[in-house]
Each structure stands twice: as C-alpha cells, then as structure tokens.
C-alpha cells in the first residue's frame, strides 16, 4: 500500500481525463501541466473553456469523471487585455470520499489503498479557465447547483471582483458591507493600491510628509 | 436543646434584658419591658446572623476561586503580582528588596526565602511549572486573593445604572431585589449554632422552601422586562427549569421531615443529635437527590442552561450592569450558601461535632464552627461539578428532572416513611445502631457498581477509548448499532 | 408558538470571532439559518498585490491566528510552484516539523475553545496550558509566538536552533501524557457524551459536495487527506496514516469531529517525533536573501503568463493559494493572489447543519467545525 499517490498514477489518470475532454471539439482546450516547485512535479489537468460551454463541462466532469468537490472560483480583472478582460479560474478537486460502508450493520471507515488507485479513483487536480472580453457585466454560468461548494465561491467572485454568475440563487455581498455601492468591486484593477502614484496610506503612513495645499506660496 | 460554650441567643437576651429594664422599665410603659427584650433580641439575632452569612460568603467566593484555580490547574492573578520578583525559569529578574536603602529589604528578602523553603509550593504538581517554570512560589496559607470580591463590589458600585429604552421599567427595576429579598429571607430560619438563630419557628422548614421558590418569579420578571430575546428565553427556561426541579427538592425536604418528624428545621437537627445517626447515613438516596436538586436551583453548572454563557451571552441577566449585577451575581451565592447550610443541617446534622460523644474535650469547639465546616465542605462539591461537567442541554435537563429526580424522591420519601415507621425505635428515641451501617455500606456497593458505565462489548466493536455510543438518542448506556 | 430572529454576533461566545449567525427559532428548536461574514475582511488579497513575494508570507501568517504556520507554508508551497523553486530536503523537514507543531497547537486551540462551548472551562484552562509548549517551541523557530514569518521562499527562516530536538522531544512526550487528561475530562463524562452525540449530523459525500473537507471529512468515515492525495513535503518518508473516525448511520456527529481531532493531534506529534529522527543534516536550509537564482525567475515566469497554485491540508481543511504572476514593477509582485479558505466554505455548511436541533445546540456544532473567522474574511 503506497502512502501517496505517485506521479505515474496521477500522469496517466491526467492523461485520460485529456484524452476524453477533446469529445467536446474546440470550445474546450485540456492539456496536462505539472506542477514545478517543490519535491514532486504530479501531473494536473488544465482546460480553457468558453464560457457558454463551462456548464456543460462541469456537469461531464461530474457525471463522468466523478469531480466532486469545488475548491476555489476566482476572477481576475485583465483592463489592459480587450479580448480576454475578464478571467474566471475554477479549481477542481477529484476526492473519491464517499460514505463509509455498512457490512454487517456495522460503520466500517474508508481507508483508500492508495497503492491501488487507478483511472477515476485517482485525486485530482482541475484547473479550469475562462475568459471573457471586455464588458459592462461580465458573466458566466453558475455551477453551485452542481457543486453546493461553488456556491458562496460563486458570491465571493462576485463580491469582490464583480464577475456575475448566471443561475446562481441568493447573490450577495459576502465579505464587504452589505450596503457598498452598486458596482463597487474592489479586486477590479480600476481600484489602484499603490501603484502609480504616491500613496499616502502606505507610503506615508505617520504624515510625516504632509504638507499644507499653500505650502510654498507667500503669504 | 446542645450545650454550647456560645449561648449567643442567652447572651443577646441578657444584655437586651438589661437595656430594656433600664429604659422601658423605668417608665410608665413598664409592662411592656418583656416585649420589648424580646424584640430587640429578635432583631438582634437577625443582624448577627445576617452579618455572619454575608461575612462568610466571602469564604465561599474565595473558595470557588482557589478550588477552581486548582482544579483547572492555574493560578489567580496573585501570579502575575509574584512575577514582580519570581522570574521565568526560577531567575529573578531583580530582587526588589536588595534595592532599599540602607538594608532595610534584607528582612523582606529573608522572610521571603524562608517562606518559599519551608511553605512555598514544590511546583512538582503544577501546570504553569511544567510548561515553563514560570512558577508560583507563594504561601497559600496567607489567602491570598481573600478581599477580591471586596474589590470587584467596590467596582461595581461604581458602574452606571442601565435600563435598555425598551425595557418594562418597572418590573426591571424590582426584579433584582426580589430575588435579593426572597434570598436574604432564607437565612432568616436557618441556624448557625444551638443559640445562634434568629428565629425558632415551628414551620420554619415550609416556609424555608416556600421563600426558596419566589426567586423564579423574579428571575422570569428579569427576563420578560429586558425586552432582549436571550434574557427572555433564559428566563423561560429558568421558569422552566426551577419549576421541574421545585418538586423534587419538596419532596426530598418532605422525606428528611418524616424521618426525623417535625417541620421545624432546629428539631429536625435535635432529632439527628439525640438518635445518634446523622440522616445521611439514613437517606444517602436523599441528600444525593438534594445535593443534585440543589445544584439545578442555583443553576449552577452543570445545570446552569438560564444563563449558558455559550448561546445565551448570559442568560437572563444579560441586561443588567452595575451593582444590580453585583447583586444578583451574590444572590447566587447566597443560594448556594443556603443550599449548603440546608444540606448541613438536613443530612449532616447541623451543628453536631463528628463523635461528639467519643473525642474528649471537642465540645469545648463552638458549634457554629462545625456548621460553617460543613457547608463549606459541600460548597467543595458544587464547585468540584462545576470544574469537572459539562452544561446540559434544555430538554435534557427537564427530561432528567421528570424521569429521573422526581420517581428517585418519591422512592426516597417511601423509604423515609418505612424507617421512621416500623424501624425507628421509639422507646429508646434512637436508630437501631445497624440500620445506618447497613443502608450506608448498601449505597456505596451500589455507587460503585454504578459508576462502571463501560459496555465491554461497544469497546470490542468499535476500538474506541470509552464507553457510550449511540445511534440517534444519545442516552447513557445504549451503544452505537 | 411564533417564530423569531435571533441574531447571534457579531459578538457572541458562540461566534470564535466576528460574524454574525443569524439563527431563526421555534421555542428552543432552530428552524433556519443565515451567516453573514465579512466583519473583519481586510483585502488580504489585494494587500497582497502591492507586496513583493517575500513580504507576502507575513500576511499569511495573519490570516488565521491560532494556525499562522500552515497558512504561511499554504502560501510558500504555491509561491514555489509559481517560482519554480526546489527546497532543501532538510527545508523540508523542518517545514514539516513546524507545520505539524502548528496543527497541534491549533487543534489544542479548538479544543480549547470547544470545552466552555459545551460549558466546562477546566478543558479550556488545560488545553492552553499544553498550546504554551507549543507555542515555545514554534516561537524557538520563527522567533515571535504568534506570526513566526517561518517558511522562505525556497527555504526556512533559519536552522533548527541549538538543542531543539530534545526539547521538541521532551515536550511531545509529555503532551502524549496529557491527551489521556482530556480524555478523562471528556470521553468519561456521560454529560460530554449526551451534549456532542446524536447532534450536528453531516455525511462524507454530501460535505465534499458542499466544499467541506480535512478533519471533519475523516470524521464521517474517509481518510481523504490533501497530504496523500496532492502530495507536498516529506510527508512519503515518515511512517503514518490519516486519522479516521468511524461514524454512525446517519454521519459523523460533534463527538466524531472532536474524536479525530484528538487523534490527529497525536498523529501529528508521531510525525514530529519520526521526522526529528530522519531529519538530515547539514545546514543548507534556504536560499540566500536576494539569490539571483529565485530573482530572475520572478520576471522569467511572469513572462510565460505562469501561474502557481498549491492545495494545502490547513489544520482545518484544505486550503490553497492561487498566484498569478507578473503585477506591477515588472512582476516583482503577483498580479492576482486569491486565497481559498476552508472555514469560508465550512461555515455555511455548519449553518445548514444545526437546523432542526435546539438552540443549545448551535455552540457545540458550530464549535466542533472549528472555525476561525481571520482566514474566514480574509
């Protein structure tokens, strides 16, 4: 029995996952990446997917692939890029928990053989992206319908970074006020910190370099 | 009535005698002086007895701090004050005293070697040591701690009156000093010493349980009138709570009443002195059913659910501040105080010295010592439950209360009525001496054989440490199927 | 009877921080549910934009204060896979050792906090007082005993200090001792069991679908652990197995969540204790401040449009740092961090999950999902 799952295991389950994602034509791009830092460098599967797609490929991924578990949706403000100025990441996890067995109407726990893992009982690691160009009110299909833990993902993405999402029950502000301004979405680059111009916040936090507006003049 | 080196009540009379036949007496009002003796030595009694329960409630709140302290193997904020001289890892981090001029610390120093040499804890058992060493190295015998509760009601007399704006005033204001009052009460039939009473009636026990049950009136006042949702619920459930566990607690008092035939609470003391057998080797079932029954009426931990810190803040007195806090906060003790002393004089027979008859010369010990000794043991109990169980939930708590406490009195009162009827020997006014071995050396078969809860065969199946596992109804005893 | 709002928070003893469970009741019994977050958010994100990949770990230790460690090593993992940095194997021993000090200190935490949940505050008193060893031994490695800025990228803050395996080893052996205290204080007290069995059921699958994972997953009866699965670290060299409880019918209940936390924390001292033993030596521990080696790679894979994420096993579930490089200053920062965090999902579900139990309920099911509302609001 491994302790882990090893890079062969997850390589060729990333692998056939790849193989079965090009059913779905050229809305949908899968390619195996590995990660690069670290001791080992397992295999994970990324797909570009356009967005009218997503939900299609999310309820596959759930059907056949057995993807259970929703472990993070975020968005990313691109202004400076027109044609794909709205990026949606979804992160993905295959876990294969399932409820414990009832032999001999007794509780037994799960313990995985993780040595004998193979094709979709393997954990995986998903990473799905989509882009969107340059518009009022970006938006993509919701999947908290799919994936219960999508959901408040799904009203934090659209809290912070004001990427709606179509289907989605009960949005709302999670994190800010309830009461922010509409549109008002602070992880959009519009909202600077501190990159352009001096400021007073960080880069002057005591005031030490305050000065009065008629500093300067004769009085 | 017991002979007692302190005849306070003989005294007081004395001297109130005196006063009355060099005032009273000399005037034309002359035929009242016996009256107005008695009254003045009424009144008397009741200061001296008030003023020795509130005094000693102080031991009772020290106590709780310290027991606790050690039970939950901390120290107080006394710690914190050694740390001025006592460093981490036993380095000082400067002898204080050293810096005095012209050597006048040299005796604090030595005094304080001394001290920690001969009186000082050997740190061995403590937590704070086993983590760091960051040692208490105090004297415990000097009290340490004793006049914190002086300074916390300093403290509270200091805070501003609040009254939420949508409170029923009234009703909020009055709250408090009913409880207060109806407490305060209780102490006014219960004697600390053979001539140390206030009063001597013959229905004192009634009206003891009677003045007892007031309080969740004014407990659910409090908790309607603050107009906030947990002090209404903590006030629901208090109301709830006291009422399920009133009757019990009348029925075990009822049982000790049978036994020992009077409602008069210095008789039924008497009754334990002259039979010889204290009643709770007699009804140990009884003073357990009262001890548990008690605690549940001062809603102390475990059965502290009106004001469960964890989900109702704190329960129906969440809306008070200030010295009504303080009060009421007091009240609590002054419960458990009587609770105590209740307990003391019901099961352990009052004022009686241990082998009074056997140990030569301990009658020369006033008695009122023996009763203080004794409630404050019990207090020992209440906050031993306290350190060591868990709050149990609301329907928990009722569900015990009806199903359990009330059939367990009802048992206890029967076999109360047995003893007293057919066992008790009349002629002789005392208890056949092997009744109470017997019945004692039952009881502690039986609380032993109780206590081992473990289900040998639900540890086989499911590799846990401990006993209980249950499948939907969380029960003791029943195991996970 | 009527139906009422009850709105517990944002400061209540039941919240362990500052939201607000707004609890809908029938008499005792809670009909509904709704939490509202978001009191102590502080744009740790966005923060984080502005702040180099360096400055970026102190921010991580901030996010959750009883478990700083793991979060500031949930970063450094996904900064690395973003970086490509390779770490000293030795680095990694000491990562684990210090993360795994932290699940215990964070475990005895939770404990901690759970005993006056269900109304006993000698656990709590004991429970600190073995946080304290902890806290000691973490505050020899990172130097402060809070935010211990520990992990670098591509390394430690610094060696192991003179004499701390003996210590390490002396104080778990006594913390071993003093797990049999609290499971006399709690195991053997009938009330305990009464308060924390039959309540708060939830089932493996339906938490997975819900996003819930680590201990309260191995709870109801699957050792799904993000240390075999997604591996990191040296966690392959040392001899364990994830902590698993054995659930009833209808799922793990409160008693389960607080029995495999225990067992963890025992879990994870053998771990300490083994890794101490095979730990290798030497004293290569980090990469140079500045080395050139890391620097460049800062814009080289800022320029490929690299990302780097890392799924981590946090003391309370699975956590992830999602890195996009290439923000201002020519990709010294990061352009996006996003921060996945386990309780943000939990804490909805654990609202779910009290529905239909009493309102004394509400602290004991609330308290054994272990929530934490600094990593929570972010």
Not at chain 2, 442 to 453: E, K, N, Q, R, T
Not at chain 3, 58 to 83: F, G, K, V
Request: hydrophobic share 45%; charged share 20%; proline share 5%.
């Amino acid at each position: 029995m491994g302790k882990e799952v090893t890079a062969e295991q997850a390589l060729s389950a990333a692998n056939e996952i790849v193989n079965d994602v090009s059913d779905f034509g050229d809305a949908v791009k899968a390619e195996v990446r590995h990660h690069t830092g670290g001791r080992r460098k397992h295999a994970y599967v990324y797909i570009e997917v356009v967005a009218s797609e997503w939900r299609e490929l999310a309820l596959w991924l759930k059907k056949s692939k057995q993807v259970d578990y929703c472990s993070m949706i975020t968005g990313i403000h691109w202004p400076e890029n027109t044609d794909a100025s709205w990026q949606v990441v979804v992160h993905l996890l295959r876990t294969g928990v399932v409820n414990p067995p009832v032999v001999k109407k007794r509780i037994h726990e799960t313990k995985v053989d993780i040595g004998a893992l193979f094709g979709n009982s393997v954990p995986m690691e998903f990473e799905i992206s989509m882009t969107l160009p340059d518009m009022r009110d970006p938006s993509v299909p919701s999947v908290s319908d799919i994936w219960v833990g999508a959901d408040w993902n799904e009203k934090e993405t659209w809290d912070l970074v004001g990427i709606e999402f179509e289907g989605h029950v009960g949005m709302r502000r999670v994190l800010l006020p309830h009461d922010s301004p509409t549109g008002y979405h602070p992880l959009q680059k519009q909202h600077k910190l501190r990159y352009h111009d001096y400021n007073e916040m960080y880069d002057d936090p005591q005031g030490f370099g305050r000065k009065p507006e008629d500093s300067g003049r004769v009085k | 009535m017991t002979e007692d080196i302190i005849n306070m009540r003989g005294w007081v009379r004395t001297a109130m005698d005196f006063v009355s036949e060099n005032t009273i007496g000399m005037s034309r009002h002359w035929e009242y002086t016996d009256s107005v003796a008695w009254f003045l030595t009424e009144f008397m009694m009741c200061v001296m007895v008030f003023g020795g329960i509130m005094t000693t409630l102080l031991v009772l709140l020290w106590m709780e701090r310290k027991l606790l302290g050690r039970f939950m193997d901390r120290r107080g904020a006394r710690t914190s004050l050694r740390s001025l001289w006592v460093g981490e890892n036993g380095v000082t981090a400067g002898e204080w005293w050293t810096q005095l001029p012209f050597g006048t610390g040299i005796p604090i120093g030595m005094l304080n070697k001394a001290l920690n040499e001969i009186a000082g804890n050997d740190h061995k058992l403590e937590a704070v040591s086993r983590v760091k060493n960051r040692s208490y190295h105090g004297v415990w015998w000097l009290l340490p701690g004793f006049f914190q509760n002086l300074a916390d009601g300093m403290k509270f007399l200091t805070k501003e009156h609040m009254v939420p704006e949508k409170a029923d005033r009234y009703v909020f204001e009055i709250a408090p000093f009913l409880i207060i009052a109806t407490t305060v009460m209780c102490f006014t039939f219960i004697p600390l010493g053979p001539n140390f009473h206030s009063n001597n009636s013959e229905m004192s026990i009634l009206f003891l349980m009677a003045v007892f049950s007031v309080a969740p009136l004014g407990v659910f006042f409090a908790g309607w009138s603050s107009n906030n949702k947990y002090t209404l619920l903590g006030g629901i459930r208090s109301a709830a709570q006291l009422t399920a566990y009133e009757i019990p607690l009348l029925v075990t008092v009822l049982s000790v009443v049978v036994l020992s035939g009077s409602f008069n609470l210095i008789e039924v003391i008497e009754f334990q002195v002259d039979s010889g057998v204290w009643n709770i080797f007699l009804l140990p079932l009884g003073a357990v059913l009262f001890i548990v029954v008690m605690v549940a009426e001062v809603e102390r931990i475990p059965f502290d659910m009106p004001e469960a810190e964890a989900e109702l803040v704190e329960g129906w007195w969440t809306e008070y501040g200030g010295m009504r806090w303080g009060l009421m906060f007091a009240s609590e003790y002054l419960r458990t105080y009587a609770a105590c002393l209740l307990f003391a004089h019901f099961f352990l027979g009052g004022w009686e010295a241990p082998f009074e008859d056997t140990i030569p010369f301990i009658h020369y010990i006033p008695h009122i010592t023996w009763v203080f000794l004794k409630a404050w043991f019990i207090f020992i109990f209440f906050v031993w439950f306290r350190a060591a169980l868990h709050r149990v939930r609301t329907d928990q708590i009722l569900e015990f209360g009806w199903r359990w406490l009330l059939p367990l009195s009802l048992v206890n009162l029967a076999m109360a009525t047995v003893l007293r009827l057919w066992v008790y020997d009349g002629v002789k006014e005392e208890w056949p001496i092997l009744v109470p071995i017997l019945i004692t050396s039952i009881s502690l078969a039986l609380f032993v054989l109780l206590s081992i809860d473990e289900d040998p065969k639900a540890l086989e199946a499911q590799t846990r440490p401990f006993s209980v596992q249950t499948v939907d109804v969380a029960s003791p005893g029943q195991h996970r199927k | 009877m009527a139906e009422m709002w009850i709105s517990m928070g944002p400061q209540h003893p039941m919240t362990h921080g500052l939201w607000t469970l707004k609890v809908k009741v029938d008499g005792e019994t809670v009909v509904d549910t709704e939490p509202d977050l978001g009191y102590i958010h502080r744009g740790v994100e966005k923060i984080c934009e502005a702040r180099d990949f360096t400055q970026i770990t102190t921010y991580c230790d901030r996010l959750c204060y009883a478990s700083a460690n793991t979060w500031s090593h949930a970063y450094i993992y996904a900064a690395e896979d973003l970086l490509d940095v390779e770490v000293p194997e030795r680095a990694e021993y000491i990562r684990m050792v210090a993360v795994e000090l932290q699940r215990i200190a964070s475990h005895l935490m939770w404990l901690g906090a759970y005993c006056p949940d269900v109304g006993n505050l000698t656990g709590m008193v004991w429970c600190l007082r073995e946080r304290e060893m902890m806290m000691d031994l973490l505050q020899e490695l990172g130097g402060s005993r809070m935010h211990y800025n520990f992990p670098r990228v591509g390394g430690v803050k610094r060696d192991l200090p003179i004499g701390f395996a003996m210590r390490c080893r002396a104080k778990l052996k006594l913390f071993l001792d003093r797990i049999q205290e609290y499971e006399a204080l709690l195991d053997e007290s009938t009330i305990f069991l009464i308060r924390t069995q039959g309540v708060g059921y939830a089932k493996a699958e339906e938490m997975i679908n819900h996003g819930v994972s680590g201990p309260n997953v191995r709870a109801a009866g699957h050792n799904y652990d993000v240390r075999w699965a997604h591996p990191y670290s040296v966690y392959d060299e040392l001899d364990w197995e994830p902590s698993v409880e054995r659930p009833s019918i209808k799922g793990s209940d409160c008693y389960d969540r607080y029995r495999v936390r225990v067992e963890e924390m025992r879990q994870s001292a053998s771990m300490v204790l083994e890794g101490l033993d095979k730990m290798p030596g030497g004293s290569e521990t980090y990469h140079e401040p500045g080395d050139p080696a890391i620097l460049a790679k800062v814009r080289e894979r800022a320029a490929e449009g690299k990302t780097g994420y890392h799924h981590f096993e946090d003391s309370r579930g699975e956590s992830m740092f999602y890195l996009v490089g290439g923000g201002e200053k020519r990709g010294k920062h990061p352009y996006r961090v996003s921060i996945r965090s386990p309780m943000f999902i939990t804490i909805p579900y654990a609202a779910k999950c009290m529905i239909g139990y009493k309102i004394a309920d509400i602290p004991a099911i609330m308290g054994s999902f272990d929530p934490c509302i600094g990593e929570t609001d972010r």
